[in-house]
């Protein structure tokens, strides 16, 4: 007699759950122009080792949890789109190192530990509000597919270069593979050391005259050190630092590939990352996405915008974290400048009178984007404080906790965004325009942010 479906072995039951994205509307899924291909190219991710481990992926989530409750702080960033070029050693470790010096400052503001989460080692795939892109070529009108990230075409506006290739998905594993290396080798091997890091920023208060103001705080984060030190502190956390890595978990196919069952508990888990967050575009309830992050057992992000209503994040939370698991489900939300402080009140009210307790982030660059005269798209920094500002403001207000900043940076000394204490103008922005897609805060103006974040924090 055949099993009934209650009595089919628990890893036939896992994959039926993990597939049923696949009968689902899935949006912003590249046109490969050949199946067979993709499938030969996932059977081959299929076979290859996890980038990350479950026990990770738990300890992440643990320490979310401990964000839920007010217990820390997240930080998480990096660029909006990872590209293969950019891969290098020195960019990898300009991030992190940004990443560091952030979360030293932001550690003295919150007075409680900071979780360190790089959109790294695996942000290779975006959505696009358009499928495709026209430009005028040669006094010609040409329309192409979009970009939609290293892990599916070409940025170069070339019919060859944007055509989805499916072999780019098995390059996104070996840059993010190569990625997580350094990142592990950098954060376990003294780089991270925390007065080292600390040395960063003081050298970078004191060389900038745009960054006097933060020269009190770093004073003070000196005296906290070397008052540690006299008692003879010097425990592993000032040497070493546990970072985490998330992205967007938009290809469906590279996700599933990439998923496993965790040999401890049986349990699936994608091991593309340890963190991964669906998208404004992609969190539909009855959508394929949605439907994929539900069957796996890392912690789970998911964007929210301005139109988000309290009953999609209600039923957002069913669907993801029927259990109420502490640190499943952490809110990233991303309203702009303009309408956090009406859009999130709401919403933070609703959930909380629900009972479910989710982590709170603050994402203040996706609501801020805007065309500049000159033609690029960027951000004003001030538009990006504000925002954060107001996600302070309604989490006071409401006696919940502000739990995180999620920002699109990089190591570099882009021109990208506007503002700051730099005074980046419009007129500015060509100067080193970088980003693959959207605009980056540079290295100032990262730790700017998170001096007046930490202000923010200790008020
Ligand atoms: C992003 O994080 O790069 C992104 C596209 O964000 P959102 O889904 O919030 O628009
Ligand atoms: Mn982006």
Redesign the pocket.
Known sequence: MPPSRAEAPAGARADARLDAWRDLPAAQQPEWPDRARLDAAMATLATLPPLVFAGECDQLKERLGAVARGEAFLLQGGD??ETFAGATADAIRGKVKTVLQMAVVLTYGASVPVVKLGRMAGQFA?PRSSGSETRVVDGESVTLPAYRGDAVNDLAFTPEARTPDPERLLRVYNASAGTLNLIRAFTQGGFADLRQVHEWNRGFVRDSGAMARYEDMARDIERALAFMAACGADPREFRTVDFYASHEALILDYERALTRTDSRTGLPYDVSAHLVWLGERTRQLDGAHVAFAAGIRNPIGVKVGPTTTPDDALALIERLDPDREPGRLTFITRMGAGRIREALPELVAKVTASGAQVAWVCDP??GNTYESASGYKTRRFEDVVDEVRGFFEVHRALGTWPGGLHV?LTGDDVTECTGGGGGLADADLGTRYETA??PRLNHQQSLELAFLVAEMLAE
């Open positions: 909006c789109a975006k660059m996706h699109e897609c959207d």
